[in-house]
């Protein structure tokens, strides 16, 4: 026995006898992946959460009443009436422009925009209140974001504003259920996209509001964790890309 004696820590060998050291650029990259599955799983939980205290949405398992989308608020589309749309006249004022692609990219809250109207751009547009569920309706069906920020949207996005029976985080995710039929039963053509009567005419399950406003304060809570998430995964790719371009110029 050795009692008493310390030995000095092991070091690994690679297959050429030489001693292994992990590479700062695969450190970095760990980080960075750690944190993108730690978003993913955050996005997994509120799924779960839905599921749990509501119920498949499609056979509505817990037997809540059940009533049609344009019962429970109001559905309208956006406005862009003039043409072309892209006349440099309507852009560049103050009033926040969103796009299909900001709603799809949004993850769950539109919290950025990057156009903006006129006022020109504004009298023939309608500006909707923060709170307001964007649904995409072109292109990317059926995916949304909950407006941060009073904005305006063109014809291709529907915007929904919750009455009294229902919350907008639940009616949020009732749609993420239903987004791959929807996205499916698109019309095919040069781009899919689906009419407003359709999302009118489905059909709701409506739990007890407190039940919905428990599920609200559970999103918000996660949502307030993926914003820090997101910043660090910012700081994480930010570190792995600078690494990469030392390692490219043999720097590493």
Same mark, same amino acid.
């Given at each position: 026995?050795?009692?008493?004696?310390?030995?000095?820590?092991?070091?690994?060998?690679?297959?050429?006898?030489?001693?292994?050291?992990?590479?700062?650029?695969?450190?970095?990259?760990?980080?960075?992946?750690?944190?993108?599955?730690?978003?993913?799983?955050?996005?997994?939980?509120?799924?779960?959460?839905f599921l749990?205290?509501?119920?498949?949405?499609?056979?509505?398992?817990?037997?809540?009443?059940?009533? /049609?989308?344009?019962?429970? @608020?109001?559905?309208?589309?956006?406005?862009? /009436?003039?043409?072309?749309?892209?006349?440099?006249?309507?852009?560049?004022?103050?009033?926040?422009?969103?796009?299909?692609?900001?709603?799809?990219?949004?993850?769950?809250? +539109?919290?950025?925009?990057?156009?903006?109207?006129?006022?020109?751009?504004?009298?023939?547009?309608?500006?909707?209140?923060? @709170?307001?569920?964007? +649904?995409?309706?072109?292109?990317?069906?059926?995916?949304? @974001?909950?407006?941060?920020?009073?904005?305006?949207?063109?014809?291709?996005?529907?915007?929904?504003?919750?009455?009294?029976?229902?919350?907008?985080?639940? +009616?949020?995710?009732?749609?993420?259920?239903?987004?791959?039929?929807?996205?499916?039963?698109?019309?095919?053509?040069?781009? *899919?996209?689906?009419?407003?009567? +359709?999302?009118?005419?489905?059909?709701?399950?409506?739990?007890?509001?407190?039940?919905?406003?428990?599920?609200?304060?559970?999103?918000? /809570?996660?949502?307030?964790?993926k914003v *820090?998430? /997101?910043?660090?995964?910012a700081q994480?790719?930010?570190?792995?890309?600078?690494?990469?371009?030392?390692?490219?110029?043999?720097?590493?």
């Amino acid at each position: 026995m050795n009692i008493g004696r310390t030995f000095p820590p092991a070091r690994l060998l690679n297959v050429s006898g030489h001693h292994f050291r992990s590479h700062p650029l695969d450190k970095a990259d760990a980080i960075r992946r750690k944190r993108q599955q730690a978003l993913q799983l955050a996005d997994e939980f509120l799924r779960s959460v839905f599921l749990e205290m509501f119920g498949d949405p499609v056979t509505n398992p817990k037997g809540w009443e059940v009533a /049609k989308f344009d019962s429970v @608020g109001t559905l309208d589309r956006g406005k862009s /009436k003039h043409r072309p749309r892209n006349d440099p006249a309507l852009l560049g004022g103050e009033h926040p422009l969103i796009q299909t692609g900001d709603v799809a990219n949004s993850d769950s809250y +539109i919290r950025i925009f990057k156009s903006t109207y006129s006022d020109l751009g504004l009298q023939q547009s309608k500006k909707w209140d923060a @709170g307001t569920l964007c +649904i995409t309706i072109a292109a990317n069906i059926a995916k949304t @974001g909950i407006l941060t920020f009073d904005a305006c949207f063109p014809d291709s996005v529907v915007g929904f504003k919750p009455n009294e029976f229902v919350i907008v985080e639940y +009616i949020q995710y009732w749609l993420g259920f239903l987004q791959k039929t929807l996205e499916d039963s698109a019309p095919e053509s040069a781009q *899919k996209n689906i009419n407003l009567a +359709i999302l009118k005419n489905l059909d709701v399950p409506v739990p007890p509001i407190e039940l919905q406003r428990e599920f609200a304060r559970r999103v918000q /809570k996660v949502e307030g964790l993926k914003v *820090k998430l /997101k910043a660090s995964q910012a700081q994480a790719e930010a570190q792995f890309n600078a690494l990469s371009q030392r390692a490219f110029a043999g720097q590493l």
